[in-house]
């Protein structure tokens, strides 16, 4: 797309005549030449000096920051248009080739496999599964029955998805207008399960807003967990029954969060963490330890203020 | 069904020769001539007083202020009779009309669509989708793969339903025998989904019991969201992950409500209130504003509370 | 399989002979002559000490406990060894005859129903679910649209299961090795739902490791539920939406566990015990009342925890 239509498009008067195609939105940090980003928080105004993007959605006072040979598309409501954008970047999936089908996988009844997908050797997809658009699926991977895969998802060799599962859904995402609607966010990025993966009955892991949600090898996930877009689940992980991450959510290798616990988004936990159950993490955990409660603390502490609250009673 | 009928089922004698014809169950406040209804809370004694129904279920104590042309059925156990008279009045789908459905709408592979049914223009349903009877699709929406449409659910324009949602389940409502037993009530009200509302993957809205839950206009609703039977939730909520709402708990406009947050049932939230994430709704929010914890409290005493619990073990 | 075989795989050395023929794994309380177990918790040595499996892994200095007649597989890592086993016995469903399906059963479209079931008289399955392999489905019950019943599930009498449920997939059981990794425990039991059991939308129920996972008559589930594997629910349990159940919890009859709330595995809750909502079951309930909180304690003890709690910040 053209950054002159975009311009259009976002209502936005472009003060210069070059004419560059934009091939995608992405991140301030990931975005390429070809390829369009959005400024809205000054944390990140590093990123900003540095980025390699196109052409860069912001406000007045940001402009200055920008390197010399990226656009700036000028707006009070760099993120709202960012939202709007996002709807004419979906791919568009028409003209895919057939899918390719190993000869050795073992495709249930009423499964549908949908164009430019991959299914490898030995892989096994059960009843009433539906695999999206351009998902690939390595040698050996068990789909259970009534599973989603949306679009992009990339998943890898002896995966294990449960009944129910749905991958790759859309992240939660919307901007807001001064009259208190909300703009859809369309997520334009995927869900890569890595090997050895294993997902519980009736979880949901969101696709990346751009970039992807990224479960790395051998984590193992329990039933009805809620992992949000852009995650990132370290090696071994593992995430015990109704645990939410909200977005942006990195864990370290051999994070083990217990049932019901959550995170909020945007933080990092060290490797080898431990979150009791129903811990609450709202701060990036950078010491590994065993921790609990909401708002998280040490768990020996927890467990100490525990009884020091009790004895408010006794 | 004749209202001679009802008392033999119920084992109720009726001290009435009016042959009353009863098309219906409907609360107190909704029924109208020729539908039944019960009264089993004291709280409500105004609406018993002024009920339009034909006829109550009610206790003996209280048959002296009913208005003069409603028929008492008299009983020491009213809600358990209520329960028991359900599941003659669930609906029967037999004889409706073949589906209708837009040329112009999409329909998947292995996709079900009931008899009763609309379906509109441009309306996406994709495979392995279910639509049971009598439901009504408008203009635009999108349904994703897996999910499930129960009897009678109305979805607006421009709705999106991703993967694995069920909406329109009953209500989990049981009268209890003396036995300690549980009788199921059936519920025969509906879902109504207005325009421009977006449900995450996994999530579950049960019908009302009688009447309807209702979503309001351009509502967002994340993965794994519990909604009960007969909420309403106002335009332009945002329901984060995991969030459940009791039955009956009445949300109005904008109200956000974070991850894993709750309500109890038969609470009313004002519009513009934020629940932080977690916080436990118990009685009605009158005065907008942000609310965290359980039982919940306002968020900045929240923070200053938690960092006095804090200092009992520092 | 020859104990000898099992042996090579778990890289054991076999200090006998005896040439035992093991037809299945299965825990030291309920193992026969001709099944294999494990031991790897001191607290059930008196349960070593009876067993009547065949063989058992434990570690060396255990040996001595076991029965006469019993074989050792002696390793330093039982749990490991135990998981690793499990794969092999994970049960051959291609020799199965044809699902019987009573001829006034109603069978919606799309549906699957494999080998070795059987569908009873008036059962009804609808759209889009799929019943796997040795399940059974006695008279009346009904399943809704999208649901998965992995193999050996029995399914009693007149139960109910909402859309898009999922009934025995495997629990969330791994043995670790020293790296770290996660080793998979197959699991190799089942789910018993008795009669007038009813499952809400999107609840998911894993099979035993060994044994079975147990619905007692007439308990009631509500939407977005989690139990796991071995469980046991009394009769007339009443389990609000999005409660967690970790593995092996046992509720006593008429049992209620409010919105939210949640147990850790291995305990007992006594028989008409009542958790409120959000309450956490860490220990043991011999005595049957009214619970609240996380620590768990007496609700009325709660309410005036809470009360004092909110008096440090006013």
Known sequence: MKLKEIADILEIELNT?????IK??????????????????????????????????????FVKYLPQNTVALITSHPYLKMAQLTKYFVKD?????????????????????????????NVVIMDNSVIM????????????????????????????????????????????TSQGEHVKIYHLGAVVLEDDVE???????????????LIKKGAKIDNLVQIGHNCEIGEYCIIVSQVGLAGSSKLGRNVVMGGQAATAGHLEIAPFTQIAARGGVTKTIKESGVYAGFPLIPHKLWLKLQAKILGLVK
């Open 17 to 21: 005549d070059k004419d560059v195609d």
């Open 24 to 61: 995608a939105m992405n991140t301030l940090l990931e975005a390429k030449e070809d390829e369009i980003t959005f400024f809205n928080n000054k944390k990140y105004l590093d990123k900003l000096q540095t980025t390699k993007a196109g052409a860069v959605i912001l406000q007045e006072e």
């Open 93 to 121: 999936y028409t003209n895919l080739p057939k899918p390719t089908i190993s000869d050795s996988a073992k495709i249930g009844k009423n499964v549908v496999i949908h164009n430019g997908s991959k299914i490898a050797d």
């Open 133 to 176: 658009h351009n998902v690939t699926i390595q040698e050996g991977s068990i789909i259970y029955p009534n599973v989603t895969i949306y679009p992009d998802t990339q998943i890898g060799k002896n995966v294990i998805i449960h009944a129910g599962n749905v991958i790759g859904g859309d992240g939660f995402g919307y901007a807001h």
């Open 199 to 213: 997902i519980g009955a009736n979880s949901s892991i969101d696709r990346g807003a751009f970039g992807k949600t």
